[in-house]
């Protein structure tokens, strides 16, 4: 009989859990660039010096999204802490409370209350295997729910960088001006359509190339709604000006 | 909910009595007093406590000519399952299972379909004469339970925190 590894199981799924970070920081290094590039081949000339800019801005935007992942994280990691804990004094103090919550849990889940009752106090018998269900099937809280701040600032920082490289090595390598911001856009559009499709790869998806398209058409429709916005209020400049 | 001084509800409704099924009707009860007590479920972990804890007192309630009667809306079944479970029960567990005793009594909670944890006590004429309810979360004292069974039986007005060997007031005709 075929059996589940859980710790293997267990790793694979912390490993998953770091494909927000991968996605956010890939699509917002690809487009912040992208329209680095575009906005400074319309106002400098030298294709060196547009290329050097993208690359100052390439750096901050990969440092400040990977310390703004690492932040958000051990916030949010924090705040749930602080809130477990204060569940967890209750819970030590009035233990029927999370007996009579983890039943009435089980029993909302199908099983009868007598059923529910008896693996209730099973569980019991183990105070941290009541603690740990409980703390699934009423709070939702599990391991993999509390992020880890420091991977996850390193992977989006990564992240970033790599998704930031996609239309800036094109545009520093191919030399003849008339090709370069359109080799940078075409990779751009490819590395989002990427990204799509491989995300619908990890989520064993048949229509991965529908994948593909829908997240380079959101991501594309959020570039271009920017660029419309640009375009909008660029005659305010010239008044203020 | 019902109060001092109302006629108590009757009832003549199946229970579960040492492992058996039977019938229990209040116009049936002999004894002088008769402790109603109404909890949520069989098969939970803060009703089992108090269900155990009026059995282990059940000698020192019969020694006030108080019997006790428990409520809840479970079957008989699940009464003489969860009376199994908890090491056997000496007195009756009434099935209410359309929750229409509790409703008599004013103590059915519509929301959560339960009984309220409330507690009667009924004189000789049966008449309410203690009625009292506590948090569905929160279990009630069995030994406050039995001092309030004595303070009635002395028929006289007890003060606060009143014991047996405290003394009494006078004669309180209402009782």
């Known amino acids: 009989m075929a059996t589940v590894d859980p710790a293997a199981k267990r790793r694979l799924f912390e490993r998953l859990s770091s494909i927000r970070e991968i996605v956010f920081g890939v699509q917002d290094g690809v ?211 | 909910m019902l109060k001092p001084g109302d006629p108590a509800p009757p009832f003549d409704l199946e229970c579960a009595l040492d492992g058996r099924t039977a019938r229990l009707s209040l116009a049936k009860i002999p004894s002088e007093l008769v402790l109603l007590f109404f909890y949520p479920r069989d098969f939970s972990f803060i009703c089992p406590t108090e269900v155990t804890g009026f059995n282990k007192a059940l000698k020192e309630f019969a020694a006030e000519e108080t019997s006790i009667v428990g409520v809840s809306i479970d079957n008989v079944d699940s009464h003489l399952r969860w009376a199994r479970e908890l090491g056997g029960i000496g007195y009756p567990m009434l099935a209410d299972p359309d929750g229409s005793l509790a409703s008599a009594y004013g103590v059915f909670d519509e929301n959560e379909k339960v009984a309220l944890r409330a507690t009667f006590i009924l004189d000789r004429k049966r008449k309410i004469v203690f009625a009292a309810s506590c948090p569905l979360n929160i279990g009630r004292s069995v030994s406050e339970t039995l001092r309030i069974v004595r303070a009635l039986r002395t028929g006289r007005l007890c003060p606060a925190d009143w014991t047996p060997g405290v003394e009494c007031g006078p004669t309180d005709r209402d009782f």
């Open chain 1, 31 to 241: 487009l912040t660039t992208a329209g680095v590039l575009c906005g400074l081949s319309g106002a400098v000339s030298q294709h060196s010096q547009v290329a050097l800019a993208a690359l100052a801005s390439t750096a901050a935007g990969a440092l400040s999204m990977a310390a703004g992942a690492y932040l958000g994280a051990r916030a949010e990691t924090e705040v749930l802490r602080a809130e477990l804990d204060l569940v967890r004094a209750d819970a030590a103090d009035k233990p029927y409370t999370v007996q009579e919550g983890l039943l009435d849990e089980l029993c909302k889940e199908g099983l009868s209350r007598e059923a529910g009752y008896r693996v209730v106090r099973l569980l019991s018998t183990s105070p941290k295997a009541l603690e740990s269900t409980a703390e699934a099937k009423m709070f939702g809280f599990s391991g993999p729910t509390f992020g880890k701040p420091a991977l996850d600032g390193i992977v989006m920082g990564i992240a970033f960088l790599v998704g930031a490289l996609v239309p800036l090595l094109p545009y520093m390598f191919i030399t003849a001006q008339r090709y370069d911001l359109g080799g940078a856009l075409a990779a751009t559009a490819l590395t989002l359509f990427g990204v799509g499709y491989f995300e619908g790869w990890l989520a064993h998806r048949s229509d991965r190339w529908r994948s593909g398209v829908r997240f380079l058409a959101i991501a594309m429709s959020a570039a271009a709604a920017g660029y419309l916005i640009g375009l909008a209020i660029s005659p305010l400049g010239a008044t203020a000006g």
